[in-house]
Protein backbone atom coordinates (compact mmCIF):
# COMPACT_ATOMS: atom_id res chain seq x y z
CA UNK A 1 0.00 0.00 0.00
CA UNK A 2 1.32 3.73 -1.02
CA UNK A 3 -0.23 6.62 0.61
CA UNK A 4 -2.17 8.95 -1.90
CA UNK A 5 -3.11 12.39 -1.78
CA UNK A 6 -6.23 13.97 -4.35
CA UNK A 7 -7.18 17.32 -5.65
CA UNK A 8 -3.52 19.01 -5.87
CA UNK A 9 -0.71 18.67 -8.36
CA UNK A 10 2.19 17.34 -6.74
CA UNK A 11 5.72 17.48 -8.26
CA UNK A 12 7.06 14.47 -9.68
CA UNK A 13 10.55 13.06 -8.62
CA UNK A 14 13.32 12.40 -10.90
CA UNK A 15 12.81 8.40 -11.79
CA UNK A 16 16.36 7.98 -10.66
CA UNK A 17 15.82 9.27 -7.36
CA UNK A 18 14.91 6.52 -4.55
CA UNK A 19 11.16 6.59 -3.73
CA UNK A 20 10.21 8.33 -7.29
CA UNK A 21 6.44 8.75 -7.63
CA UNK A 22 4.30 6.61 -9.75
CA UNK A 23 1.54 7.49 -11.14
CA UNK A 24 -1.96 6.18 -9.40
CA UNK A 25 -4.45 3.94 -11.29
CA UNK A 26 -6.98 6.08 -12.83
CA UNK A 27 -10.41 7.42 -11.41
CA UNK A 28 -13.73 7.14 -13.49
CA UNK A 29 -13.16 11.20 -14.00
CA UNK A 30 -10.20 11.12 -16.09
CA UNK A 31 -9.56 14.74 -15.52
CA UNK A 32 -9.04 13.91 -11.89
CA UNK A 33 -5.40 14.59 -11.13
CA UNK A 34 -4.09 12.16 -8.48
CA UNK A 35 -0.92 11.27 -7.74
CA UNK A 36 0.30 8.01 -5.19
CA UNK A 37 3.77 8.53 -3.22
CA UNK A 38 6.06 5.77 -2.49
CA UNK A 39 6.53 4.61 1.02
CA UNK A 40 9.54 6.07 1.88
CA UNK A 41 7.95 9.94 1.30
CA UNK A 42 5.79 10.38 4.24
CA UNK A 43 6.15 14.00 4.94
CA UNK A 44 4.00 16.94 3.33
CA UNK A 45 7.44 18.74 3.02
CA UNK A 46 9.14 16.33 0.98
CA UNK A 47 5.79 16.20 -1.35
CA UNK A 48 5.84 19.57 -1.54
CA UNK A 49 9.47 19.68 -1.91
CA UNK A 50 10.16 22.09 0.82
CA UNK A 51 10.33 22.13 4.51
CA UNK A 52 7.01 22.97 6.21
CA UNK A 53 6.06 25.41 8.88
CA UNK A 54 6.14 24.12 12.10
CA UNK A 55 5.25 20.54 12.48
CA UNK A 56 5.76 17.82 9.65
CA UNK A 57 2.16 16.77 8.08
CA UNK A 58 2.46 12.95 7.93
CA UNK A 59 0.22 11.51 4.71
CA UNK A 60 -2.09 8.82 5.98
CA UNK A 61 -1.75 5.40 4.64
CA UNK A 62 -4.01 3.83 2.52
CA UNK A 63 -5.84 1.57 4.76
CA UNK A 64 -4.59 3.16 7.96
CA UNK A 65 -7.75 2.17 10.17
CA UNK A 66 -8.65 5.45 11.03
CA UNK A 67 -12.19 4.19 11.64
CA UNK A 68 -15.29 2.23 9.66
CA UNK A 69 -16.57 4.35 6.38
CA UNK A 70 -19.59 6.45 7.30
CA UNK A 71 -22.78 4.41 6.83
CA UNK A 72 -24.08 6.91 4.46
CA UNK A 73 -21.11 5.96 2.00
CA UNK A 74 -23.51 2.96 1.39
CA UNK A 75 -25.88 4.97 -0.51
CA UNK A 76 -23.30 7.55 -2.09
CA UNK A 77 -23.48 7.45 -5.83
CA UNK A 78 -23.23 10.05 -9.14
CA UNK A 79 -26.07 12.16 -9.35
CA UNK A 80 -27.00 13.13 -13.13
CA UNK A 81 -25.99 16.38 -13.86
CA UNK A 82 -28.67 18.63 -15.28
CA UNK A 83 -27.25 19.78 -18.88
CA UNK A 84 -26.75 23.83 -19.42
CA UNK A 85 -26.85 25.61 -22.76
CA UNK A 86 -23.87 25.48 -25.03
CA UNK A 87 -23.51 29.18 -25.08
CA UNK A 88 -23.86 32.22 -23.81
CA UNK A 89 -27.74 33.78 -24.83
CA UNK A 90 -26.70 37.49 -23.31
CA UNK A 91 -23.70 39.30 -23.69
CA UNK A 92 -20.75 38.64 -21.56
CA UNK A 93 -19.50 41.45 -19.01
CA UNK A 94 -15.94 39.84 -18.72
CA UNK A 95 -13.45 41.33 -20.96
CA UNK A 96 -12.12 37.95 -22.53
CA UNK A 97 -13.65 36.02 -25.53
CA UNK A 98 -16.48 33.91 -24.44
CA UNK A 99 -17.00 32.16 -27.96
CA UNK A 100 -18.84 28.73 -27.27
CA UNK A 101 -15.58 26.50 -27.86
CA UNK A 102 -14.88 28.29 -24.29
CA UNK A 103 -18.10 27.96 -23.00
CA UNK A 104 -18.44 23.98 -22.96
CA UNK A 105 -14.79 24.12 -21.64
CA UNK A 106 -15.76 26.08 -18.69
CA UNK A 107 -19.20 23.69 -18.23
CA UNK A 108 -16.47 20.61 -18.40
CA UNK A 109 -14.73 22.18 -15.51
CA UNK A 110 -17.78 22.56 -13.71
CA UNK A 111 -19.17 19.32 -14.01
CA UNK A 112 -15.76 18.15 -12.44
CA UNK A 113 -16.01 20.08 -9.59
CA UNK A 114 -19.41 18.76 -8.96
CA UNK A 115 -17.99 14.95 -9.40
CA UNK A 116 -15.22 15.61 -6.68
CA UNK A 117 -15.63 19.05 -4.93
CA UNK A 118 -11.78 18.72 -3.72
CA UNK A 119 -10.95 20.29 -6.90
CA UNK A 120 -12.10 23.22 -6.09
CA UNK A 121 -8.80 25.66 -5.18
CA UNK A 122 -8.27 28.81 -4.11
CA UNK A 123 -4.51 28.54 -5.21
CA UNK A 124 -2.73 31.63 -4.15
CA UNK A 125 -5.72 34.10 -3.44
CA UNK A 126 -6.98 34.25 0.08
CA UNK A 127 -10.21 33.01 -1.17
CA UNK A 128 -10.86 30.39 1.75
CA UNK A 129 -14.13 31.66 2.78
CA UNK A 130 -15.53 31.73 -1.27
CA UNK A 131 -13.90 27.79 -1.53
CA UNK A 132 -15.07 26.58 1.53
CA UNK A 133 -19.05 27.52 0.82
CA UNK A 134 -18.63 26.53 -2.99
CA UNK A 135 -17.17 22.59 -1.93
CA UNK A 136 -20.24 22.39 -0.01
CA UNK A 137 -22.85 24.17 -2.43
CA UNK A 138 -21.07 21.53 -5.55
CA UNK A 139 -21.94 19.06 -2.85
CA UNK A 140 -25.39 19.68 -1.49
CA UNK A 141 -26.79 21.23 -4.40
CA UNK A 142 -25.18 20.07 -8.12
CA UNK A 143 -27.66 22.16 -9.79
CA UNK A 144 -27.24 25.81 -8.13
CA UNK A 145 -23.27 25.48 -8.22
CA UNK A 146 -23.75 24.51 -12.16
CA UNK A 147 -26.37 27.30 -12.76
CA UNK A 148 -24.45 29.90 -10.75
CA UNK A 149 -21.48 29.20 -12.57
CA UNK A 150 -22.91 29.45 -16.28
CA UNK A 151 -25.10 32.36 -15.32
CA UNK A 152 -22.21 34.22 -13.68
CA UNK A 153 -19.90 33.94 -16.68
CA UNK A 154 -22.68 34.23 -19.29
CA UNK A 155 -24.87 37.42 -17.89
CA UNK A 156 -22.38 38.19 -14.63
CA UNK A 157 -25.54 37.98 -12.65
CA UNK A 158 -27.17 35.12 -10.28
CA UNK A 159 -29.86 35.72 -8.03
CA UNK A 160 -28.59 38.73 -5.53
CA UNK A 161 -24.50 39.24 -7.61
CA UNK A 162 -24.39 40.85 -10.37
CA UNK A 163 -20.65 41.45 -10.92
CA UNK A 164 -21.27 45.05 -12.60
CA UNK A 165 -22.16 46.06 -9.22
CA UNK A 166 -18.63 48.58 -7.77
CA UNK A 167 -17.63 49.31 -4.73
CA UNK A 168 -16.40 52.22 -3.05
CA UNK A 169 -13.05 52.12 -4.28
CA UNK A 170 -14.36 51.67 -7.84
CA UNK A 171 -16.88 54.29 -7.52
CA UNK A 172 -14.14 56.78 -6.92
CA UNK A 173 -11.68 55.40 -9.67
CA UNK A 174 -9.08 53.90 -7.19
CA UNK A 175 -9.55 50.27 -8.11
CA UNK A 176 -10.37 48.27 -11.14
CA UNK A 177 -13.33 46.04 -11.51
CA UNK A 178 -13.32 42.12 -11.48
CA UNK A 179 -15.18 42.43 -14.98
CA UNK A 180 -11.71 44.26 -16.15
CA UNK A 181 -9.50 41.29 -15.35
CA UNK A 182 -7.92 40.25 -18.82
CA UNK A 183 -6.64 37.47 -18.05
CA UNK A 184 -8.52 34.42 -18.97
CA UNK A 185 -6.81 32.00 -16.74
CA UNK A 186 -8.19 33.77 -14.49
CA UNK A 187 -12.24 34.70 -15.67
CA UNK A 188 -11.97 30.99 -17.52
CA UNK A 189 -11.45 29.85 -14.33
CA UNK A 190 -14.86 28.72 -12.49
CA UNK A 191 -12.45 28.79 -8.95
CA UNK A 192 -11.46 32.12 -9.95
CA UNK A 193 -15.07 33.33 -11.01
CA UNK A 194 -17.14 32.30 -8.38
CA UNK A 195 -14.93 33.20 -5.61
CA UNK A 196 -14.33 36.79 -6.79
CA UNK A 197 -18.05 37.15 -7.76
CA UNK A 198 -19.06 35.97 -4.56
CA UNK A 199 -16.99 38.56 -2.54
CA UNK A 200 -18.03 41.13 -4.86
CA UNK A 201 -21.55 40.49 -3.97
CA UNK A 202 -20.61 41.13 -0.26
CA UNK A 203 -17.41 43.40 -0.44
CA UNK A 204 -18.20 47.65 -0.02
CA UNK A 205 -15.30 48.95 -0.14
CA UNK A 206 -12.92 47.00 -2.20
CA UNK A 207 -13.23 44.62 -5.04
CA UNK A 208 -11.63 41.28 -4.33
CA UNK A 209 -8.18 41.91 -6.51
CA UNK A 210 -5.08 40.38 -5.49
CA UNK A 211 -3.56 44.15 -4.60
CA UNK A 212 -6.23 44.56 -1.82
CA UNK A 213 -5.64 41.65 0.60
CA UNK A 214 -8.64 42.31 3.01
CA UNK A 215 -11.02 42.79 0.16
CA UNK A 216 -10.30 38.78 0.21
CA UNK A 217 -11.11 37.80 3.04
CA UNK A 218 -14.59 36.75 4.54
CA UNK A 219 -16.22 37.46 7.89
CA UNK A 220 -18.28 35.15 9.54
CA UNK A 221 -21.69 37.78 8.78
CA UNK A 222 -20.76 37.50 4.92
CA UNK A 223 -20.84 33.52 4.86
CA UNK A 224 -24.21 33.52 6.65
CA UNK A 225 -25.11 35.87 3.43
CA UNK A 226 -24.27 33.34 1.10
CA UNK A 227 -25.72 30.70 2.97
CA UNK A 228 -28.79 32.84 2.97
CA UNK A 229 -28.86 34.03 -0.40
CA UNK A 230 -27.82 30.25 -2.38
CA UNK A 231 -28.77 27.67 -0.34
CA UNK A 232 -32.31 28.64 0.67
CA UNK A 233 -33.49 25.23 1.06
CA UNK A 234 -31.03 24.35 3.75
CA UNK A 235 -30.92 24.91 7.39
CA UNK A 236 -28.59 26.27 9.15
CA UNK A 237 -27.77 26.60 12.41
CA UNK A 238 -24.65 29.07 13.79
CA UNK A 239 -22.12 28.29 17.01
CA UNK A 240 -19.72 30.39 18.17
CA UNK A 241 -16.51 28.77 20.28
CA UNK A 242 -14.33 30.08 22.31
CA UNK A 243 -10.33 29.65 21.93
CA UNK A 244 -8.96 27.56 25.01
CA UNK A 245 -6.27 30.21 26.08
CA UNK A 246 -9.39 32.78 26.58
CA UNK A 247 -11.99 29.88 28.07
CA UNK A 248 -9.06 28.70 30.44
CA UNK A 249 -8.48 32.37 31.40
CA UNK A 250 -12.18 33.30 32.24
CA UNK A 251 -13.51 29.88 33.06
CA UNK A 252 -15.96 29.72 30.37
CA UNK A 253 -17.13 26.08 29.85
CA UNK A 254 -15.94 24.12 26.91
CA UNK A 255 -19.24 23.86 24.79
CA UNK A 256 -18.22 20.06 24.57
CA UNK A 257 -21.84 19.04 24.22
CA UNK A 258 -22.74 21.10 21.20
CA UNK A 259 -19.71 20.38 19.45
CA UNK A 260 -20.78 16.69 19.57
CA UNK A 261 -24.20 16.81 19.49
CA UNK A 262 -24.62 19.75 16.53
CA UNK A 263 -21.67 19.76 14.58
CA UNK A 264 -19.65 16.04 14.97
CA UNK A 265 -23.18 14.08 15.65
CA UNK A 266 -24.53 15.61 12.20
CA UNK A 267 -21.43 15.06 9.90
CA UNK A 268 -20.55 12.21 11.21
CA UNK A 269 -25.00 10.91 10.04
CA UNK A 270 -24.63 12.23 7.04
CA UNK A 271 -26.90 14.93 8.06
CA UNK A 272 -25.10 17.61 7.41
CA UNK A 273 -21.68 19.40 6.39
CA UNK A 274 -20.19 22.31 8.17
CA UNK A 275 -18.55 25.47 7.45
CA UNK A 276 -15.60 26.75 10.01
CA UNK A 277 -14.02 29.70 10.91
CA UNK A 278 -10.51 27.98 12.09
CA UNK A 279 -7.06 28.92 13.52
CA UNK A 280 -4.46 27.53 11.07
CA UNK A 281 -0.93 27.17 10.08
CA UNK A 282 0.52 27.24 6.11
CA UNK A 283 2.90 25.10 4.93
CA UNK A 284 4.77 24.61 1.81
CA UNK A 285 1.66 23.60 -0.37
CA UNK A 286 -1.57 24.33 1.86
CA UNK A 287 -3.32 25.32 5.60
CA UNK A 288 -4.21 23.06 8.08
CA UNK A 289 -5.47 23.99 11.28
CA UNK A 290 -3.49 24.80 14.21
CA UNK A 291 -5.19 24.72 17.98
CA UNK A 292 -2.27 26.45 19.16
CA UNK A 293 -3.24 29.82 17.52
CA UNK A 294 -5.47 32.43 19.46
CA UNK A 295 -6.56 34.05 15.93
CA UNK A 296 -9.08 32.22 13.53
CA UNK A 297 -7.93 33.24 9.81
CA UNK A 298 -9.02 30.31 7.79
CA UNK A 299 -12.55 28.77 6.68
CA UNK A 300 -12.79 24.79 5.89
CA UNK A 301 -15.44 22.49 5.19
CA UNK A 302 -16.07 19.90 7.58
CA UNK A 303 -17.32 16.86 5.56
CA UNK A 304 -16.95 13.23 7.61
CA UNK A 305 -16.00 11.46 10.75
CA UNK A 306 -14.53 8.16 10.64
CA UNK A 307 -13.34 6.90 14.16
CA UNK A 308 -12.44 9.68 16.34
CA UNK A 309 -11.33 11.87 13.29
CA UNK A 310 -12.61 14.39 11.38
CA UNK A 311 -11.94 14.95 7.36
CA UNK A 312 -12.28 18.62 6.59
CA UNK A 313 -11.09 20.24 2.95
CA UNK A 314 -8.82 22.83 2.77
CA UNK A 315 -7.07 24.45 0.03
CA UNK A 316 -7.70 21.91 -2.04
CA UNK A 317 -7.13 18.59 -0.30
CA UNK A 318 -8.91 16.63 2.46
CA UNK A 319 -7.16 16.78 5.98
CA UNK A 320 -7.69 14.37 8.51
CA UNK A 321 -7.39 15.94 12.59
CA UNK A 322 -8.60 14.06 15.66
CA UNK A 323 -11.78 15.86 16.35
CA UNK A 324 -10.80 17.63 19.55
CA UNK A 325 -8.18 19.18 17.94
CA UNK A 326 -10.45 20.07 14.99
CA UNK A 327 -12.65 21.65 18.12
CA UNK A 328 -10.07 23.46 19.79
CA UNK A 329 -9.34 25.25 16.32
CA UNK A 330 -13.13 26.52 15.50
CA UNK A 331 -14.19 29.45 16.61
CA UNK A 332 -16.89 30.13 14.31
CA UNK A 333 -19.82 26.96 13.20
CA UNK A 334 -21.95 27.11 10.51
CA UNK A 335 -23.47 23.43 10.30
CA UNK A 336 -25.51 23.31 6.72
CA UNK A 337 -28.44 20.30 6.88
CA UNK A 338 -30.22 19.86 3.56
CA UNK A 339 -33.98 19.12 3.35
CA UNK A 340 -32.72 16.15 0.92
CA UNK A 341 -28.71 14.99 1.47
CA UNK A 342 -27.47 14.06 -2.12
CA UNK A 343 -26.34 10.89 -3.16
CA UNK A 344 -23.14 12.32 -4.75
CA UNK A 345 -20.68 12.07 -2.52
CA UNK A 346 -18.83 9.16 -3.71
CA UNK A 347 -15.82 10.85 -4.70
CA UNK A 348 -15.73 11.92 -0.76
CA UNK A 349 -16.06 8.02 -0.39
CA UNK A 350 -13.40 7.21 -2.56
CA UNK A 351 -10.78 9.61 -0.87
CA UNK A 352 -11.74 7.88 2.74
CA UNK A 353 -11.66 4.46 1.64
CA UNK A 354 -8.50 4.77 -0.10
CA UNK A 355 -6.93 7.21 3.07
CA UNK A 356 -6.48 10.11 0.59
CA UNK A 357 -5.68 13.24 2.74
CA UNK A 358 -3.51 14.30 4.45
CA UNK A 359 -3.10 14.03 8.56
Not at 220 to 243: G, K, N, Q, Y
Not at 322 to 343: G, H, N
Amino acid sequence: QVPCVVGRALPRRSPTQSGAVPACPPWPMASVRVLCLAAGLTTASAVAGGPSSGADLNLRAAGSGDGDLPKWCDAAGWTPLPALPSECNTSSPWQVEVDPAAVLDFHAKLRERVENPVLINQRAMYFCGPAAFLHVVATFSPKTYLNMGHQILCAGRYKDIDVRKKTALELFGRAGSIVDVTDSKYVMSPDWLLMASLLQYVNMYAPPLSIFKTSQLTMPWEMRRWIDAFLPEATVSHLTFVADQVRKSYGIGLQDQAWSDQVVGKVRRGEAMAILLVSSRSYHGGVAIDSSKTVPYHWVSFDAVMGQNCIYFSTAAYFSAPCDELRRSTFEAFIVTPTAFPRSRGALCKALLEGEFVS
